[in-house]
Nanobody, 121 residues
Framework: QVRLVESGGGSVQPGGSLRLSCAAS????????MGWYRQAPGKQRELVAR???????NYADSVKGRFTISRDNAKNTVYLQMNSLKPEDTDVYYC???????????????WGPGTLVTVSS
């Protein structure tokens, strides 16, 4: 079993910054891509940023230049540094990882429970 736990959400004023963290734990052999998604009530979950095991990244156009995704493979952790936050960034943010578990080897897509980010004056 593999578990993802997000932290770092909260409330911030427009223009402010937050840093999200997501730690994976459990029977992990390899973690491939890790990413952050967000979802507002009544809307589809959308990609914010993803990072491969080798460090290649891609971002949603709406966050390019403001958000930075990074990972610490030794800690099985992915981060999302969010700067110049806007009210439209208000959402629940979810961590996602592609994991190969330990014996028996299985390929899983794992989601965290989500963390709320609120940007408001």
């Amino acid at each position: 079993q593999v578990r993802l736990v997000e932290s770092g959400g909260g409330s911030v004023q427009p223009g402010g910054s937050l840093r999200l963290s997501c730690a994976a734990s459990g029977s992990i052999f390899i973690i491939n891509d890790m990413g952050w998604y967000r979802q507002a009530p009544g809307k589809q979950r959308e990609l914010v940023a993803r990072i491969s095991s080798g460090g290649s990244t891609n971002y949603a156009d709406s966050v390019k230049g403001r958000f930075t995704i990074s990972r610490d493979n030794a800690k099985n952790t992915v981060y999302l540094q969010m700067n110049s936050l806007k009210p439209e960034d208000t959402d629940v943010y979810y961590c996602n990882a592609g994991v190969i578990t330990g014996t028996p080897y299985r390929s899983l897509k794992v989601w965290g429970p989500g963390t709320l980010v609120t940007v408001s004056s």
